[in-house]
């Protein structure tokens, strides 16, 4: 998954709580400024434990699996 990727699928999981950027920034610490820099994918690096706490918040969290192997359908449900 890109950073890209990450911040839109960020994003979603935020409006879905029905949260604004200020609302994750009071909880998390972490700026408006790069809160929305992080979903709209204009930030080139971040911090892992930044987008750690941010899915945490989300009741998300990291998930490794084999590159180019194809998604499975929980992980399929989970995108819509």
């Known amino acids: 998954m890109t950073l890209e990727k990450l911040g839109k699928q960020i994003k979603t ?3 879905e709580k029905a ?3 200020d609302d994750l920034e009071q909880y998390s ?3 408006k400024r790069t ?3 992080i979903e709209n994918g ?3 690096e971040v911090g892992i434990k930044k987008v750690e706490m941010i899915l945490d918040l989300l009741d ?6 084999p590159k180019g192997r194809p ?6 449900q989970n995108e819509r």
């Open 29 to 31: 610490g972490i700026t």
């Open 60 to 65: 998300m969290e990291f998930a490794l699996r």
């Open 42 to 44: 204009f930030i080139d």
């Open 13 to 15: 999981l935020r409006k």
């Open 19 to 21: 949260w604004s950027q």
């Open 71 to 76: 998604k499975t359908l929980e992980e399929l």
């Open 35 to 37: 809160i929305s820099k």
